[in-house]
């Protein structure tokens, strides 16, 4: 899969959970975005793909963000911080984002990017059966 093709699916996986939606005018929908750095081409995959679904930031949809770097803030606090937030949805990055986010969480759909095994650290029983709640965005070697 080529480096454009990755970051359109991240973009277009987190929009997903609100392609249903998307008739319900006036209501502006929440993300919850976690991730143990800002990573500005996963930022902006997630703004495209969102985009290209009719969602705008500021004014269709509200995007909090919630970074590791530089806090003396656990990977589960800033998980429970978002989840008080009340958000649509979650858009984690990197697995001890993902396990924080599902420790918090049972009833929240988790967009998880770039989780290597999903199924080895607990995140999903298994790949044919992943559980309802989350969407999956395989992690990828981009080629330099």
Same mark, same amino acid.
């Given at each position: 899969m080529r480096r454009r093709e990755f970051i359109t699916l991240i973009g277009g996986a987190a929009a997903l959970p609100f &392609? &249903? *939606?998307a008739q319900q005018p006036g =209501? %502006? =929908?929440r993300i919850g975005y976690l991730s143990p750095a800002r990573l500005p081409q996963l930022l902006q995959a *997630?703004?495209?793909g969102l985009r290209e679904f009719g969602f705008t930031e500021g004014q269709s949809i509200v995007i909090d963000y919630r970074f590791a770097e530089g806090q003396a803030k656990t990977m589960d606090e800033l998980a429970a911080e978002l989840i !008080? *937030? +009340?958000p649509d949805v979650i %858009?984690? %990055?990197a697995? +001890?984002?993902a396990l924080a986010a599902k420790r918090a969480t049972t009833t929240i759909p988790i967009v998880m990017a770039t989780v290597g095994e999903p199924v080895g650290i607990g995140l999903v029983a298994s790949l044919v059966? %992943? &559980?309802k709640r989350h969407n999956l965005c395989w992690d990828v070697s981009?080629? !330099?």
């Amino acid at each position: 899969m080529r480096r454009r093709e990755f970051i359109t699916l991240i973009g277009g996986a987190a929009a997903l959970p609100f &392609a &249903a *939606l998307a008739q319900q005018p006036g =209501r %502006v =929908r929440r993300i919850g975005y976690l991730s143990p750095a800002r990573l500005p081409q996963l930022l902006q995959a *997630l703004h495209n793909g969102l985009r290209e679904f009719g969602f705008t930031e500021g004014q269709s949809i509200v995007i909090d963000y919630r970074f590791a770097e530089g806090q003396a803030k656990t990977m589960d606090e800033l998980a429970a911080e978002l989840i !008080q *937030l +009340g958000p649509d949805v979650i %858009v984690t %990055v990197a697995s +001890g984002a993902a396990l924080a986010a599902k420790r918090a969480t049972t009833t929240i759909p988790i967009v998880m990017a770039t989780v290597g095994e999903p199924v080895g650290i607990g995140l999903v029983a298994s790949l044919v059966s %992943v &559980a309802k709640r989350h969407n999956l965005c395989w992690d990828v070697s981009f080629p !330099q």
